[in-house]
């Protein structure tokens, strides 16, 4: 997929492509068919966890997902603020 077309794509057409499709494929196979959470085989999805390479993503900008799992991550980006931060030490 050439860029100039891409990028004047909205995302709801983008997910309809072949690329998508390879990117999703690939996402899905690289993640052994199980959603990265929950490790069901069922209603797979793959999920952007960013946009960063939107059209031309990177193994690590996507994250293969149930559905329950990702509606659960759309939830979290609906947010009106993210979470507070936990802080990681050394300690237990
Ligand atoms: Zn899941």
Redo the contacts with the bound molecule.
């Keep these: 997929m050439s860029l100039p077309a891409a990028a004047t794509m909205s995302l709801a057409k983008y997910l309809l492509t072949p690329h998508w499709r390879r990117v999703r494929f690939a996402a899905i196979w690289a993640a052994g068919g199980l959603?990265a959470?929950?490790?069901?085989e069922k209603n797979l999805t793959v999920h952007h966890r960013n946009y960063d390479h939107l059209f031309a993503e990177t193994p690590a900008d996507v994250t293969c997902?149930?559905s329950?799992?990702n509606d659960g991550f759309e939830e979290i980006r609906l947010l009106p603020e993210a979470p507070a931060r936990v802080e990681q030490t050394d300690k237990c």
């Design positions: 959603c959470i929950c490790s069901s997902l149930c329950r799992c």
